[in-house]
């Protein structure tokens, strides 16, 4: 089992940028999809961004394209959410996931979860 921990969240204003890490621990991450999704209150959890394990090929929301990329250190067995141009409507809690075997970013196929981090984009 991959233990998941991600970091970076906090408090931005709209048009500025965080970078959230999820360090992964307990496994390699070959054969896994790994991804970041984010829930606001009241909403359901949505897929942001993910990356698969083998070819390393990128899914992003629609509503993220363009702002977010995604990246992987092997070396450090880190994932990481580069986000820019930040909006209030980004605000949610975000989570680093990872799905064995996977091609996609659909949450119900994401079997393992961190804890999350808060990404609060406010004035």
């Known amino acids: 089992q991959v233990q998941l921990v991600e970091s970076g969240g906090g408090l931005v204003q709209p048009g500025g940028s965080l970078r959230l890490s999820c360090a992964t621990s307990g496994s390699t991450l070959d054969y896994y999809a790994i991804g970041w999704f984010r829930q606001a209150p009241g909403k359901e959890r949505e897929g942001v961004s993910c990356i698969n394990s083998g070819d390393s090929i990128t899914f992003y929301a629609d509503s993220v394209k363009g702002r977010f990329a995604i990246s992987r250190d092997n070396a450090k067995n880190t994932v990481y959410l580069q986000m820019n141009s930040l909006k209030p409507e980004d605000t949610a809690v975000y989570y680093c996931?990872?799905?064995?075997?996977?091609?996609?970013?659909?949450?119900?196929?994401?079997?393992?979860w961190g804890q999350g981090t808060q990404v609060t984009v406010s004035s």
């Open positions: 996931a990872t799905a064995w075997g996977y091609y996609g970013c659909w949450p119900s196929k994401y079997d393992n």
